[in-house]
């Protein structure tokens, strides 16, 4: 291929792209500018108990990143499952209720949700103290991968839906996990921004995470589900569910873990709690 040639093959290539783009960005605009559909709202009120409570601010603001999400991200049913609107709008709006107040795009590296109707199960290499490496099968109720993808069960969505001050919701969970992710490392640690941000959350997270492992130790009985002791990147995502569903009794017992989420997500959620 001459010069002038792959010139011209690199020009059209980047007028594909731009048309692309722009095309893409057009259909995004259309998307938002539409009414929120009043049956989305009924399913909001029924499976987002807080979703009433938010002030008005807020809710356009989840609103608008809903319509987002619904319009890039591919849902797909697995076992059987044919996807409703209800599952969709739902898992979206526990997604996007960690975007609030947030200048952070809506999961641009996410493309699949792919929903079971019950726990799935999986087969994982684990590794014992000896160093051998065995095949095990886990059930599932969620998770969360780096390629764009969430795999959630409905069963347990709809089981996190039903009380929203236990500490437990696997949809907020797996999308912490894709928050944690975005720096290109799930590892507890999302983007925070300045290096004073990193410091004041290392210290802080890591001497709740080890105070959390002393307790799963020896058995002692702790607000944090003591599936937060596996690694920083469960831990983040645990103290997500809580700090949403539990905020006055994470602010009450771990005040400096909860003042750190709360300027992570600039949101304090105890203030659409009853």
């Known amino acids: 291929m001459s010069a002038l040639q792959a010139s011209l093959v690199l020009a059209f290539l980047i007028i594909v792209a731009i048309v692309v783009f722009s095309w893409s960005g057009f259909r995004l605009k259309k998307a938002l500018a539409k009414p929120f559909i009043a049956e989305w ?16 601010e807020l809710r356009e603001q989840l609103e608008r990143n809903i319509k987002q999400f619904l319009h890039q991200k591919q849902f797909s049913g697995s076992n059987g499952l044919v996807v409703t609107d209800e599952m969709r709008v739902t898992i979206a709006a526990y997604a996007c209720l960690l975007l609030l107040n947030r200048e952070t795009g809506v999961y641009p590296q996410l493309k699949y949700i792919i929903i079971y109707p019950d726990a799935f199960r999986v087969e994982r290499q684990e590794t014992d103290e000896a160093g051998l490496v065995s095949t095990q099968e ?7 991968w780096s390629n764009g993808k969430v795999i959630l069960s409905w069963a347990n969505v709809v089981e996190g839906n039903r009380d929203l001050n236990d500490g437990n919701n696997v949809t907020l969970h797996e999308f912490a996990h894709q928050l944690d992710g975005e720096n290109g490392a799930v590892n507890g640690a999302p983007i925070l921004g300045s290096a004073g941000r990193y410091e004041q959350w290392s210290t802080i997270l890591s001497k709740e995470f080890e105070s959390l492992q002393e307790a799963a130790w020896s058995g002692d009985r702790a607000l944090l589900n003591s599936y937060g002791a596996t690694n920083p990147a469960e ?23 909860f003042e750190v989420f709360r300027n992570y997500y600039q949101v304090d959620p105890a203030e659409w709690h009853d």
């Open 235 to 257: 831990f983040f995502a645990v103290v997500t569910e809580h700090f949403f569903e539990q905020p006055e009794a994470l602010a009450k017992q771990h005040p400096e873990l």
């Open 138 to 144: 886990r059930g599932l109720s969620g998770e969360s």
């Open 41 to 56: 709202q009924l399913i909001l009120r029924r499976n987002l108990p807080v979703y009433s409570r938010l002030p008005n």
